[in-house]
């Protein structure tokens, strides 16, 4: 693809600091494929924007500004609104749907979620709320933002957007995390070392169909028009981690069946061979009493299983010191640098990480890895 018709996509966090800028003059509509994370961006805005819309002599019990969030294809007219006898002037006036709190004088955050599945009618009524800030015939308060979703045309699954809205409105795509930010989200997120250390040992699950004809025989993602339901996904991966986490509770084939139905077939049954391998890792209380000692296991999702146990665990310089090690015990660099990278990338473990000598070491020693 040339230079020229290259179209760049954003991150997840770049939409989070840049439709605060931009929103309240230019609506945005965040295109993807399945499953990365698009609907998530109304809470991540009410989580960093919520107090920075008070004006002056306005109290409110919650966030300043009103977060509403509208699944698009399943709504109807009566949803939205409705036109009603007004028995006094002989007129119909037009009445918004309790959905859009108009009661309420604070400036809205909109998400129209799947905007391109809904009913063309209805495509109508929420292409003038992107354009106008109207709902119907009614006006929302100043400063509102209107935020859409909806997937790629080339997803194949239904999603088309009216002409006449499409130049009038800011379309981007949002890329599908790396396996770094989907690990460093994850961390932060309580999802499992297992799930964790097996997507860092099988980095193309999160690979694109998009990305090429190298991921034609990819067997964990999402394709257009192979009719299958079940794929790995940032959405699926979470979604599967409940079924990890509980999996000692149940039957085996149960396990099988529905990690097969969550994350599809291939990915299931590559997880379950995973899994097999925990009972090969050594708790990272156990390495940090004797580092030079232990022994390191042989198996490279053992020791990803451990390295994700410790960036979750270690809390003092000194349990870290002794970590490292153990970690430089490891033959695969490759592992090491999974250790470093989440270690610089976890909120809290960074504090450590930081100001640790042996992870500084490492890191001079290791650059051509960073």
């Not at 295109?31 to 989580?47: H, I, N, Q, R, V």
């Not at 919520?50 to 009103?66: I, L, N, T």
Request: with cysteine; aromatic share 8%; net charge neutral.
């Amino acid at each position: 693809m040339s230079a020229l018709n290259f179209r760049p996509v954003v991150s997840i966090d770049e939409l989070r600091q840049g439709i605060p800028l931009i929103g309240d003059e230019v609506s945005v509509v965040v295109l993807s494929e399945p499953g990365c994370g698009k609907s998530s961006l109304l809470g991540m805005l009410a989580e960093d924007n919520g107090d920075k819309w008070r004006k002056a002599g306005q109290h409110f019990p919650d966030d300043s500004r009103d977060y509403i969030y509208v699944d698009c294809p399943v709504k109807d007219m009566s949803d939205i609104g409705m036109t009603i006898p007004d028995h006094v002037t002989k007129e119909l006036v037009y009445y918004v749907a309790s959905l859009f709190n108009l009661s309420d004088p604070r400036p809205k955050v909109i998400m129209l979620d799947e905007l391109n599945k809904a009913p063309k009618l209805l495509q109508v009524i929420f292409t003038r709320m992107l354009l106008e800030r109207m709902v119907g015939d009614k006006a929302l308060p100043d400063g509102s933002w209107i935020i859409a979703t909806s997937n790629n045309s080339s997803d194949g699954v239904g999603d088309t957007m009216l002409a006449h809205a499409g130049n009038r409105v800011c379309i981007v795509e949002l890329s599908k995390p790396s396996v770094n930010d989907w690990l460093t989200w994850a961390s932060a997120n309580g999802i499992s070392r297992v799930t964790r250390a097996w997507v860092s040992m099988y980095p193309k699950c999160l690979q694109s169909y998009r990305e090429g004809d190298h991921t034609k025989d990819n067997p964990y993602i999402f394709k257009p028009g192979n009719g299958v339901l079940s794929f790995v996904s940032p959405r699926s991966l979470a979604k599967n981690d409940v079924i990890v986490r509980k999996r000692d509770k149940l039957k085996p084939n149960f396990v099988q069946a529905t990690m097969a139905g969550t994350i599809g077939l291939s990915a299931a049954k590559d997880m379950m061979v995973f899994l097999d391998m925990e009972k090969n890792v050594i708790d990272v209380k156990d390495v940090v009493k004797d580092p030079k000692g232990v022994p390191v296991p042989d198996d490279i999702a053992a020791q990803l299983m451990m390295m994700f146990q410790a960036v979750d665990t270690l809390a003092t310089q000194d349990e870290l010191s002794s970590f490292m090690e153990f970690v430089e015990r490891i033959r695969s660099s490759e592992v090491q640098a999974v250790f470093f990278t989440m270690m610089m990338r976890n909120p809290r473990a960074i504090k450590l990480a930081r100001n640790n000598a042996k992870i500084g070491e490492w890191a001079k020693n290791n650059h051509e890895l960073l």
